[in-house]
């Protein structure tokens, strides 16, 4: 058996988020539905993180175990064969069994677009947050530098979350 770590990147404008949910449609079902097909194994994916509906990802980390005799290095190409074109496996590699997609992340990056004016929505619609307003930029960045360090989540927690912590750093 081998450990797979792969990178992928998605437009999840289709998509009600990463996580497998009951009757709709996830990245994570449409990886795991690509993965059997292609390995004719019962696949389960392991994610670094999840996105919510409709929102997009470059560079997700994802892992499986795998039995299959397919060439690590043409797992990308295999896989992407299988995939539809809004889902791209970018790399993928062997990794130690102890290896975990979301307890060996070091860090996540999240960048949030916003595009002001009113021309070229139709372009931008499913990337960005589109205003019609001018933003104060020197206002925004003084906001974003509160947010900035080391602080407690807590309050913005759902309950029964499997988190070890609520503490997280912002840099």
Known sequence: MRNIKAILEYDGTNYKGFQVQRQVLTVQMVLE?????????????????????????LGQTINFIT?????????????????????R????????????????????????????????????????LILSDPVDVALMQEAAA??????????????GGEAKTSVRTIT
Do not use: M
């Open 33 to 57: 539905q690509a993965l059997e097909k292609l390995t004719r194994e019962k696949i389960k994916i392991i994610g670094a993180g999840r996105t919510d509906a409709g929102v997009h990802a």
């Open 146 to 159: 509160y947010l900035v360090g080391t602080h407690d989540f807590r309050c913005f927690c759902a309950g």
């Open 89 to 128: 496996v970018l790399t993928a590699v062997q990794v130690p069994h102890s290896f975990h997609a979301r307890y060996s992340a070091v860090w996540k990056r999240y960048r949030y677009l916003i595009r002001c004016g009113t021309s070229g929505g139709v372009f931008w619609r499913n990337y960005a």
């Open 67 to 87: 039995d299959s005799t397919i060439p690590t290095e043409r797992f990308a190409l295999a896989l992407n064969s299988c995939l539809p074109r809004d889902i």
